[in-house]
């Protein structure tokens, strides 16, 4: 089978390089030459742990092909995903803007029947807008079928994710299109993946409020987190505590400095504003939204609390992404973290182990060190934001001699804190 995925980002490259290893002919088309370029010279355009080989492996082996030109992707695809951004309007509304131009390019040269798939994050009654789109703009009688299939892999696990879904949900009213999905899954049918076939719009909803639940469990810890602060008591022993109740679970009951990236915020938001457009009030998300806002100045506050006044202090930040193992910076905490720092006058020093390019586009004004030592040499404390391993061992003797005065906030609570103190650090986690 031949399948398109047009919009080779995140999603679109790792869902095009896993249909090829499936043995698929994949298709992977983008608008952004440079990035295509790049793509056949081999080089990925984001960091996302085994993906490079996957690409290699899969276009070694004819599979795989990268370009601009829509029309032939689409002439020679049974299955077209759609796999553009969605990013947030001014409003919290996504911005369809990318998705109906990449639906009228499968108008424009539709030349029999196609399956036409949301893997993009959509709002409810994208699918049936996609529909009237290509409707109205195709040139010929050929039918069409229409899928949302949405996508919850996790950037830095997105292959794993992909090759061993919790569940898969694909939402079409046509049966023929439901069957040609079934088939191009069918090796995650051979190892007992779950499939819940439903409507178009119960599968757009599924994807928000997914995340939006996700969403709500870190909001929840961070509250719960906040409070622990106050009374004394560690988060970690309550997360420990209710996360083993089966009903609950133990899985993102992590606390931080708020969730980031390009997903729970943008998600959290739109759901918010799709309920108004139904006339609802999601009175849940707005609170979890607004958590996480109050989260950046519970840090901000944090950091002051340790450090006092911030006028030519040195801060050495240490991971930037918005998580481990991707070089992503959208929505990062760091950057909201970083600019407060900045503006009350203190000078930062950053280093993160993929993210520094794509964190330069954003916070093009600090200084970025070669590794975490150059970073605390001479700082007046330093700031864990992103948890990687690679800071979990760090020699904390040689970090606290290199420092000008041994202050740590732990934003994501990597060490612990009584070591810490032990060790001659004025420390401070979060909840604990
Ligand atoms: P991205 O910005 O990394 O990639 C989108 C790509 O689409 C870009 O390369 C862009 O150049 C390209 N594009 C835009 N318009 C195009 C067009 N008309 N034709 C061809 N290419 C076009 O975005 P992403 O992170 O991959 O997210 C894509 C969608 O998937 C979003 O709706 C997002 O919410 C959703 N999603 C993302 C993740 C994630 O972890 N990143 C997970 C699940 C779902």
Same mark, same amino acid.
Request: hydrophobic share 40%.
């Given at each position: 089978m031949h399948i398109a995925v047009i919009g080779s980002g995140y999603v679109g490259l790792v869902t095009g390089a896993c249909f090829a290893e499936f043995g698929v002919d994949v298709t992977c088309v983008d608008v952004d030459d440079q990035k295509i370029e790049r793509l056949l010279n081999g080089v990925m355009p984001i960091y996302e742990p085994g993906l490079e080989h996957l690409v290699a492996k899969n276009t070694q082996a004819g599979r795989l092909r990268f370009t601009t030109d829509v029309r032939q992707a689409v002439e020679q695809a049974l299955v077209i995903f759609l796999a553009v951004g969605t990013p947030p309007l001014p409003d919290g509304s996504p911005d369809l803007s990318y998705v109906d131009s990449a639906a009228a390019s499968v108008a424009q040269y539709m030349n029999g029947y196609k399956v036409v798939v949301t893997k993009s994050t959509v709002p409810i009654g994208t699918g049936e807008r996609i529909r009237s789109l290509i409707n109205e703009r195709k040139k010929t009688r050929a039918n069409f079928g229409v899928v949302s299939n949405p996508e919850f892999l996790r950037e830095g696990a997105a292959i794993n994710d992909f090759m $061993? *879904?919790?569940?898969?949900?694909? &939402? !079409? $009213?046509?049966?023929?299109?439901? @069957?040609? +999905? /079934?088939?191009?899954?069918r090796p995650l049918y051979l190892i007992e993946a779950p499939f819940v076939i439903t409507s178009l719009e119960a599968a757009e909803l599924t994807k928000y409020a @997914?995340?939006?639940?996700? @969403?709500t469990k870190v909001s929840f810890i961070n509250e719960i987190a906040n409070l622990c602060d106050k009374i004394g008591c560690d988060?970690?022993?309550?997360?420990?505590?209710?996360? +083993?109740?089966? $009903?609950?679970?133990? /899985?993102?009951?992590? *606390?931080? *400095?708020?969730?980031? &990236?390009?997903?729970? *915020? /943008?998600?959290?938001?739109?759901? !918010? !504003?799709? @309920?108004r457009q139904f006339g609802n009030e999601s009175l849940i998300v707005d609170a979890v939204i607004e958590v996480n806002r109050r989260q950046s100045s519970e840090m901000f506050a944090k950091i002051g609390k340790l450090v006092g006044p911030l006028e030519g202090k040195k801060i050495a930040v240490l991971g930037l992404a918005f998580k481990p193992e991707t070089d992503d910076m959208r929505e990062a905490p760091a950057i909201g973290i970083i600019q407060h720092l900045t503006e009350s006058g203190a000078?930062?020093?950053?280093?993160?182990?993929?993210?520094?390019?794509?964190?330069? /586009?954003?916070?093009p004004d600090i200084s970025y060190a070669d590794d975490e030592y150059d970073a605390v040499a001479g700082a007046d404390a330093l700031v864990f934001v992103t948890e990687w391993n690679q800071f979990r061992a760090l020699d904390m003797t040689r970090v606290r001699d290199l420092m000008k005065s041994p202050k740590v906030a732990d934003l994501r609570n990597i060490y612990e804190p009584e070591d810490m103190r032990e060790m001659g650090f004025e420390y401070v986690g979060v909840g604990r």
């Open positions: $061993r *879904p919790d569940r898969v949900v694909i &939402g !079409s $009213r046509d049966e023929e299109a439901i @069957a040609i +999905m /079934k088939d191009l899954y @997914a995340n939006a639940f996700l @969403a988060v970690h022993d309550v997360a420990r505590g209710i996360g +083993m109740d089966k $009903r609950i679970g133990s /899985k993102f009951l992590h *606390p931080g *400095p708020g969730f980031g &990236g390009s997903c729970f *915020p /943008k998600d959290t938001r739109a759901l !918010s !504003s799709v @309920a000078t930062v020093t950053a280093y993160d182990p993929v993210a520094k390019d794509e964190a330069v /586009k954003v916070l």
